[in-house]
């Protein structure tokens, strides 16, 4: 992933950019010649075959369009993650025709005020507008929807007019505090109640509709078990898989473990990718696994939850993730792992 922009015209109370939080420097960009330098980098020594770009806001960079073709010509499949407020339909056609191959966009709620109330602007009526367009024009869109304690019970309504835009894949990612979403992210933390209620409801409306809800950030087997889900694919933190690893790179081209950390292992324009990699604190996070967790069975595949998210409100990763450590009194830990092992895990499908 490559934070390719640092700025947006939203305000989400849940923007986990490390740029956001409290106190944090303004983040700049790099201009163009040296971002597409740092891709070529990123791309030869990585060997990646997706490279997601996202922001901020990548639509706000007005070469947004070359990089895409870039990437493209260099083999390379591309998605965007946008909150849709800028794809009118000439952006669409200039994203598809540049090679944009998926579009994932944010959408947080059926409601019109309350989607616009999350996203701090008054945009809902724009990304209607925009994930019509791409399906209008044969585009492949997916949404992405922040579960938080102020928008859970409306996660079904808001699959229900994904169905009704013609949109078969839904991504939930349970509120990860960080950024700005950090100060007072107690109370945007949905309970464990309302997360089962939406994934029960949510089953049953993707296997009425033919879609499929797949999860983005983990939610932890203890809390919900999400296995009894036929039409729910979980997703866990694959940060130390080789095949699954998703690194970011921040607007100035710093490594980072993941687009939630904020922590950067060094400078892609400046050191090699292998040399990054060996950086301690990349060791120190894979090993990390919270005392709570240590003796659970699921940890090898649960991984102790989101280790970021940890490490920002409580200074390591191998702190309780702090959607368990405010609920973990609910916690129920099972004698056999729910899912066998990894490899069994990802190769049926749950």
């Known amino acids: 992933m490559y934070e390719v922009s640092g700025g947006c015209n939203c305000r989400c109370v849940f923007c986990y950019n490390a740029w956001k939080m409290t106190g944090a420097r303004r983040v700049e960009q790099l201009e163009r010649e040296r971002a597409l330098a740092l891709l070529d980098r990123a791309i030869d020594?990585?060997?990646?075959?997706?490279i997601t770009l996202s922001g901020g806001e990548p639509l706000l960079r007005d070469d947004i369009f070359e990089i895409v073709s870039f990437i493209k010509e260099r083999g390379v499949?591309?998605?965007?993650?946008?909150?849709?407020?800028?794809?009118?339909?000439?952006?669409?056609?200039?994203?598809?025709?540049?090679?944009?191959?998926r579009f994932q966009i944010t959408l947080l709620s059926d409601d019109r005020d309350q989607h616009n109330?999350?996203?701090?602007?008054?945009?809902?009526?724009?990304?209607?507008?925009?994930?019509?367009?791409?399906?209008?024009?044969?585009?492949?869109?997916?949404?992405?929807?922040?579960?938080?304690?102020?928008?859970?019970d409306r996660f079904v309504g808001t699959l229900e007019l994904n169905a009704l835009l013609g949109v078969k894949n839904v991504a939930l990612g349970r509120f990860v505090p960080g950024g700005?979403?950090?100060?007072?992210?107690?109370?945007?933390?949905?309970?464990?109640?309302?997360?089962?209620?939406?994934l029960a409801a949510g089953d049953e409306v993707c296997a009425l509709y033919g879609m499929t809800l797949s999860i983005s950030t983990p939610i932890l087997p203890c809390l919900n078990d999400v296995t009894k889900y036929r039409r729910i694919r979980p997703g866990f933190c694959g940060v130390g898989d080789p095949e699954r690893s998703l690194f970011a790179i921040d607007p100035l081209g710093n490594l980072k473990v993941c687009s939630h950390s904020?922590?950067?292992?060094?400078?892609?324009?400046?050191?090699?990718?292998?040399?990054?990699?060996?950086?301690?604190?990349?060791?120190?996070?894979?090993?990390a696994v919270p005392a709570f967790c240590r003796d659970c069975p699921d940890v090898g595949v649960c991984k102790g939850g989101c280790r970021s998210?940890?490490?920002?409100?409580?200074?390591?990763?191998?702190?309780?993730?702090?959607?368990?450590?405010?609920?973990?009194?609910q916690a129920i830990r099972p004698a056999v792992s729910r899912f066998g092992s990894r490899d069994e895990f990802e190769t049926r499908g749950c």
């Open 45 to 50: 020594e990585t060997g990646c075959e997706c």
């Open 77 to 101: 499949s591309v998605s965007l993650v946008t909150n849709g407020a800028l794809l009118t339909g000439e952006a669409i056609d200039r994203c598809l025709s540049s090679g944009v191959d």
């Open 117 to 152: 109330r999350i996203s701090g602007g008054d945009v809902f009526e724009k990304v209607i507008e925009a994930i019509l367009g791409i399906k209008s024009r044969g585009g492949t869109v997916y949404t992405f929807f922040v579960g938080l304690a102020e928008n859970i």
């Open 180 to 198: 700005a979403g950090l100060t007072g992210w107690q109370q945007h933390m949905p309970a464990p109640g309302a997360i089962d209620a939406a």
């Open 262 to 287: 904020p922590v950067v292992l060094g400078n892609l324009l400046e050191e090699p990718f292998e040399r990054l990699l060996r950086h301690e604190f990349l060791d120190r996070f894979i090993e």
């Open 309 to 329: 998210s940890a490490h920002v409100c409580y200074g390591s990763p191998d702190a309780e993730d702090p959607y368990l450590h405010l609920w973990r009194e």
